[in-house]
């Protein structure tokens, strides 16, 4: 490289560092106030800021309200709405219609069983029938003897005994063909079993060509259907909290799965037993279905004491909610403010949040959280 063009290339770097200072320099000559500027310490709920006087405080307020108590718990199924579909012919299982998980109707069909057992009750039944003809008539033939004098009443009475049980006997042998699922009238060997209630198969015991009834497969119970219209919430309440909630109490309903949503449900039942190991009664929670709650999901139930006390209240806006916790912004001396976890409760008219823990009434919190939050954000 000549001198000449060194000479050119030096000064091309001077005049660009120049202007570039200038344009730093005089950035904000449209008169426009600086951001503040956020410097995360090394304590990550701690921030600090170089004008913290554009982060305006509030002073948190008193409320009294009831106090309340929080229990985890999942979903089960109301027991009184989970009904066994049992198959009471012994046999092979030759047709399935449904699933687990399949939701089914009332009188749905289920599964089909060849069964064995519906000859021997048709032989049965057609014995009977057989009998109580004959009987029928000999109790006739009876009646008009006796009318003409030709037998005594008492023979009379021998044949109408005779005809009833004969008539018992055939009533029995119809009832178990009904039980056992058999038209009486179309009989079949394969016997059809339907689903007793609608609602959700929870459980299934049989497969093709596997066995059903009790004498072959150890058990009469082929599917479990419960009706999840109405569902239960199980939780575990501590023993010292027990005197704070009774039946009939209304409880929100958290689900981790929607956060959002908050359902309603009131207590059906508080265990009489302890578990000895944790010291917790099993309370049963009672409410509806709104279509979202599945069995074995995670929940939070909220109940309301029925005591009051005084909490701190703050403006919502003041109160940051991250996932499923809750935030807000003290200060903590200088021009730093820190970040603390607090359980928010109910809101309040005047777009007020009611605090059950994390701060004190009286202390300072940082008014618009979201400002100062989307401050660091930008940094």
């Known amino acids: 490289m000549t001198s000449k063009s060194l000479i050119i290339t030096v000064g ?6 120049w202007v570039t200072a200038c344009k730093k320099e005089f950035s904000p000559a449209d008169g426009a106030p600086p951001s ?18 554009q982060f305006p405080l509030v002073a948190a307020e008193t409320r009294k309200a009831p106090s309340e108590l929080t229990a985890t718990g999942s979903v089960f199924p109301d027991i009184s709405r989970e009904i066994p579909v049992i198959s009471l012919a012994n046999g092979r299982v030759v047709d399935i219609k449904a699933r687990l998980d399949d939701y089914v109707k009332k009188g749905q069909l289920l599964l089909k069983v060849q069964s064995p057992d519906v000859a021997g009750a048709l032989d049965v039944y057609r014995k009977a029938a057989n009998d109580e003809h004959m009987d029928n008539l000999a109790y ?24 009833k049980d004969a008539q018992a006997d055939l009533t029995a042998a119809e009832q178990t063909l009904k039980t056992m699922g058999v038209d009486k009238d179309h009989p079949t060997e394969v016997v059809n079993v339907y ?6 198969i929870v459980a299934q015991n049989v497969t093709e060509a596997a066995a059903a009834g009790v004498n072959l497969s150890g058990s009469a119970t082929a599917f479990t ?41 009131r207590i059906g039942d508080i265990g009489p037993i302890l ?18 709650l599945k069995l074995g999901m995670f929940a939070t139930a909220t109940f309301e004491s029925r005591t009051e006390q005084s909490y701190p209240v703050v403006p919502a806006d003041a109160v940051l909610h991250l996932h499923d916790r809750d935030w807000v912004f003290v200060p903590a001396g200088g021009n730093q403010f820190r970040r603390v976890e607090v359980h928010a409760g109910e809101m309040l008219p005047g777009n007020k949040q009611v605090l059950l823990s994390g701060i004190a009434t009286g202390q300072q919190v940082v008014a618009n959280v979201l400002q100062l939050e989307s401050t660091l954000e930008a940094q």
């Open 12 to 17: 091309c770097l001077v005049a660009f560092v």
């Open 36 to 53: 503040p500027q956020v410097v995360e310490t090394g304590d990550m709920s701690l921030v600090s800021v170089d004008k913290p006087d």
């Open 140 to 163: 006739a033939r009876a009646q008009s003897l006796y009318e003409h004098g030709a037998i005594s009443q008492s023979m009379l009475e021998q044949a109408e005994d005779t005809e």
């Open 195 to 200: 689903s007793p209630i609608s609602g959700v």
């Open 225 to 265: 259907v419960a009706d999840l219209s109405t569902v239960w919430i199980v939780c575990d309440v501590y023993e010292n909290d027990i005197p704070k909630i009774q039946l009939g109490q209304a409880a929100k309903i958290r689900l981790n799965a929607y956060p959002d949503k908050v359902l309603t449900g």
């Open 275 to 292: 578990d000895p190991s944790i010291r917790t009664a099993k309370v049963r929670i009672e409410l509806a279905n709104p279509g979202i």
